[in-house]
């Protein structure tokens, strides 16, 4: 699934969406385009293309009046977020986490015996967590508050922090070979993990880390200590769950 990268991908995408008409696409796509445009005419000519600003839709794909804004992932490292370690501690604030909580995440971010990255002894997130799990089980037992686990999802996924619109679905794979999920199960699959059990700080199924932990002092890399990098790892196992979910939901349902 690395064969081609992010950006290639998202115009195989749009190449094979515009222009056709929702009669002449394959299953996959069409059982896509029926759960975001449901009851549209089979004539109706889809409209696709790629957004050139970096917000959360890569793609958006309009039939008739109706517009929809997609992520596409790929590959098996799904950073969803990066942003500077400043406005996400203000994102803490604006969100009523306790000033304790973000001192104790600040020195899981820079693990260096700091709060401002200025430590002399930096430790990996492995030797950080012998010393300080309780820490920052301390740190997950806040961040997974139902309220801010909603946030965080906003920011960090749907919305992001530069723009006025959420997307309405994410995608992971490429064109031959992918899966979906809409926005309302993005929450209701993040937040059914909110009680599950993580070692690392995590808001849900969304796993919070510095972009860069620069062990090696590499100054190329140094600036990526002082930002912070959200990781959905299991995203592709939780969109399998969630369409598992539905597929049982209907045969209750319908007592099949």
Not at 144 to 165: L, P, T, V
Request: net charge neutral; hydrophobic share 35%.
């Amino acid at each position: 699934m690395d064969s081609i990268s992010g950006e290639e991908n998202e115009f195989t995408f749009v190449q094979y969406l515009n222009g056709k008409k929702i009669s002449m696409l394959n299953p996959m796509f069409k059982d896509l385009i029926d759960e975001l445009f449901p009851l549209e005419n089979e004539d109706s000519i889809i409209k696709c293309w790629k957004n050139h600003l970096k917000q959360k839709s890569d793609i958006f794909i309009k039939i008739n009046n109706k517009i929809k804004g997609i992520s596409i992932k790929k590959g098996s490292r799904n950073s969803v977020h990066v942003e500077r370690i400043s406005d996400f501690i203000h994102f803490l604030i604006e969100n009523n986490v306790k000033k304790d909580t973000i001192i104790e995440y600040l020195k899981y971010h820079y693990a260096d015996g700091s709060t401002n990255g200025k430590g002399l002894k930096r430790l990996s997130a492995s030797e950080y967590k012998k010393e300080n799990q309780k820490k920052i089980d301390e740190i997950n037992k806040e961040f997974n508050n139902e309220k801010i686990i909603k946030a965080a999802i906003d920011r960090f996924i749907i919305k992001g922090n530069n723009s006025d619109y959420y997307i309405d679905a994410i995608i992971y794979g490429e064109a031959d070979n992918f899966v979906w999920i809409t926005t309302n199960d993005i929450v209701n699959i993040i937040l059914s993990k909110k009680d599950v059990y993580s070692t690392p700080v995590h808001f849900g199924s969304i796993t919070c880390q510095p972009k860069n932990r620069c062990l090696n002092y590499n100054s190329l890399y140094e600036k990526d200590r002082f930002c912070v990098q959200m990781k959905w790892y299991s995203l592709f196992d939780d969109i399998i769950e969630n369409m598992n979910n539905k597929v049982m939901n209907n045969a209750e349902k319908y007592n099949c």
